[in-house]
């Protein structure tokens, strides 16, 4: 009999210790730097950093923090956040980030349904702690971070340099399994309560690996990265997991970074590597055009959490030399399952088509298992037009909610998880978003694809955002709606009619809005996506013309 050859690998746990040991030693002189309003940059080395994380470290254990528990923070994107990523699950507790747009109740609910005992927070965001801290009582300690120097501390909080000044460095690290939750984050809850996302430290190291595939995000130790998604959404995409393993430059954009901030640093630290929701993209574009900050040396633009207008993507490759790139992924996959890039043969293809192809939300990212299914889980045609909802597996997707039961039919019987987002599949593999089950226009018998219509009205030279909802109508069931923000110049000018004329040519008839309304702005989310609840609100009334 000959000897047995399976499993002569070590059982090394996938665990982010790994990264961080390897980081410290390696990239020890690399620089991170955080914005802080009216003055230069802060800047330290990763040295500092780690050195910082450690004690942070000791100080969680001071304050109590035992292995599971769930530690979170209320904060803007900075140095200190990204020593909380780390000391947090480095010590075996939870990194729980809370998004501080959220209404009071939204994040009185996700702390006491998360039981957090430790609270972050940055002395900007204090005032939404203190509106709901006395409804949470499994907060026993907070620590307050000056974000701004001149801030005060509150009374009966703790301050984060003073608890570090005091802490006794972390001499070892636990040994921890691969399985073990590192971070947590809830998703936004467009219906229903917030679901909590757990992230095991296995989920979180592999995702960083496949993020930084050439083939993906090409993250590497060159590259000066700013970041502008929230901390808390997400993970930042994962990003700062990512960044410290390569040893990346990193900027934090700090508190309420403005598109002048985000191009002025982009200029000034020649950044290589920035994301941001294209609602983001949108205003520093206006900035750009009208100021004209040279951006060229950004080599990519992630972009994602609502789907990019192609318009938006062909001024920055084109007029600023800045290439941006659609990615899809959602809180419940850590969050990478698509991103668009072309494939070698397709370079020579016309540019309008490479665009469009550019425009889809892209193939799924080595490691994500995809598929549009119907109900049934019967899998669509790779023919660019059958519609169904995107179902993904994988090792960085959810496998269940956080004590939520109620939410087991988000799951099939086969074990793919239903994301809720409609989408057809193209013969080279690439997803095209068409909706969100719930944002979907059905018009008579067919569906319309709202992301559609608001990507080609974002096309018009004189509109700067438009969303389009579904209104009820007697005949159709439902048509759309196209609620249109126009440029500054452009106001009082831009007609209804302007709209529908410049759709005409590009959409079948029955597509057309029906009716254009002009607003100021289209009301956005906690982080920033275009928030057509609310438009759906006020338009509740609203009865579509008999046309
Ligand atoms: P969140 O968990 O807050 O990141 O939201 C995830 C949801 O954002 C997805 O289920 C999609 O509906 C939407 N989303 C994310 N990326 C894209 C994209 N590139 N295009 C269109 N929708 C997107």
């Not at 769930?70 to 729980?96: C, D, F, K, Q």
């Not at 209104?471 to 048509?479: F, G, L, N, Q, S």
Request: hydrophobic fraction near 40%; charged fraction near 20%; include cysteine.
């Amino acid at each position: 009999m000959s000897a047995p050859v399976d499993n002569l690998m070590m059982d090394y746990p996938l665990t982010i210790t790994q990264f961080f040991e390897r980081s410290r030693r390696l990239w020890a002189k690399k620089v991170l730097s955080t914005r802080v309003p009216g003055q230069p940059l802060f800047r330290y080395t990763y040295a500092d950093f780690a050195a910082r994380t450690q004690r942070l470290a000791g100080g969680l254990t001071a304050l109590g923090m035992r292995r599971g528990d769930r530690v979170a923070t209320l904060a803007w994107n900075s140095h200190r956040h990204l020593e909380l990523y780390w000391a947090i699950p480095l010590m075996g507790g939870v990194l729980h980030t809370l998004n501080f747009r959220l209404a009071p109740r939204d994040l009185t609910y996700i702390v006491n349904h998360a039981r957090d005992t430790i609270v972050f927070c940055d002395a900007s965001t204090w005032p939404v702690l203190d509106t709901i801290r006395k409804d949470c009582p499994s907060i026993r300690t907070i620590v307050v971070m000056k974000d701004t120097p001149e801030a005060p501390v509150p009374p009966g909080a703790l301050e984060y340099e003073s608890l570090l000044a005091s802490a006794t460095p972390a001499a070892a690290w636990p040994q921890l399994a691969e399985t073990q939750a590192a971070a947590m984050c809830y998703t936004s809850g467009t219906t229903g309560n917030p679901k909590g996302v757990v992230y095991t430290h296995r989920a979180i190291y592999l995702h960083c690996l496949a993020e930084s595939m050439t083939d993906t995000m090409a993250l590497s130790e060159r590259d000066v990265i700013l970041h502008i998604v929230p901390m808390f959404h997400a993970n930042a995409w994962c990003v700062p997991f990512a960044a410290v393993m390569l040893g990346a430059t990193q900027i934090f954009g700090g508190p309420n970074p403005q598109p002048r901030d985000i191009a002025g640093i982009v200029q000034a630290e020649k950044v290589t590597f920035v994301g941001a929701v294209p609602t983001v993209w949108i205003a520093v574009k206006e900035l750009v055009e009208k100021e004209g900050y040279d951006i060229s040396s950004i080599r990519m633009i992630p972009s994602g959490g609502s789907a990019v207008p192609p318009s938006l993507m062909d001024v920055f490759e084109k007029k600023f030399g800045a290439s941006m790139m659609h990615a899809w992924g959602m809180t419940e996959m850590t969050p990478l399952g698509t991103i668009s890039r072309l494939k070698s043969y397709m370079r020579d293809l016309p540019d309008a088509e490479q665009l469009a192809i550019r425009a889809k939300q892209g193939y799924a990212a080595a490691g994500v298992d995809l598929r549009v299914a119907d109900e049934h889980g019967r899998e669509a045609p790779w023919d660019g037009t059958t519609m169904g909802e995107i179902q993904v597996r994988g090792p960085w997707i959810l496998k269940s909610y956080y004590d939520a039961p109620e939410s087991a039919d988000r799951f099939t019987p086969d074990g793919w998880f239903r994301t809720g987002d409609l989408a057809t599949i193209d013969a080279e593999g690439y997803i095209q978003i068409t909706d969100r089950t719930k944002d979907v226009i059905k018009s008579g018998g067919e569906f319309m694809s709202s992301v559609a219509l608001e990507s080609l009205i974002m096309g018009h030279p004189d509109v700067l955002e438009a969303a389009v909802i579904a209104v009820p109508h007697p005949k159709w069931i439902e048509r759309p709606l196209a609620c249109v923000v126009p440029k500054a110049e452009a106001k009082g000018r831009l007609t209804e009619g302007d709209i529908i004329e410049f759709l005409r040519p590009q959409v079948a008839k029955w597509m057309l809005p029906d009716e254009v309304v002009f607003i100021d702005a289209v009301p956005k989310t906690g982080v920033g996506k275009f928030d057509k609840k609310v438009l759906r609100e006020r338009y509740k009334g609203w009865q579509a013309k008999d046309g």
